[in-house]
């Protein structure tokens, strides 16, 4: 029994070292150079290794139109929010005063001086809304826009990753040779525990 335990115990270790000089890559490529911060990630359990993202930061680091399309994105971004803040603390404050306005009048008990300080609220926040109709189309384009960039960007990211890994399967072929031939083992090895006696 103990001979047959050896037997395994070699067999295996045997088919799992051909099995890595077989799979060896043929030339070093961006897949390889990600491959341990992947893999990294995952042990540590964060799950966070984004392998389309990590290839095109492997990417990123040797071509100046790469940078230079990501500085001009970070740019935009930061443009974006500094563009809009502006119009946003303006409207988002006079959004808030119309708010008060309008709980400040529950106290009142004239209902007389009532409706007119509602109806003059009213009034003021329907004509702010007409002045700032148009600045808030134009904000929410502005989003639109940021979004549809967004989209392409990521887009984009996967294209330039996608010849990447195709690289690295055509450099890592998975042949069949070796299972193959494991399973001949296997089933050799089965034959002599069937017939020991």
Known sequence: MKKIFVTIALLLLTVSCSQKSENNPVENNVIDQVEPSVSSSLKSGRGQGNMVLDIYSELLK???NLQNLEQKIENIN???NVVISEYEKVIGKSDSFYIDAQQLTRSITDSLAKKEIERDIKFSSERYDLKTK???DLIVKINQNLSIIQDQYTIFKIRKALPEIEKYQNANPLKT???ENFINKQNQLL??????K
């Not at 034959?191 to 020991?196: A, M």
């Open 191 to 196: 034959n002599e525990l069937k017939n020991v």
């Open 177 to 179: 040779d070796s299972l």
């Open 62 to 64: 040797d071509d100046k």
């Open 134 to 136: 148009k600045i808030k």
């Open 78 to 80: 930061k443009e974006t």
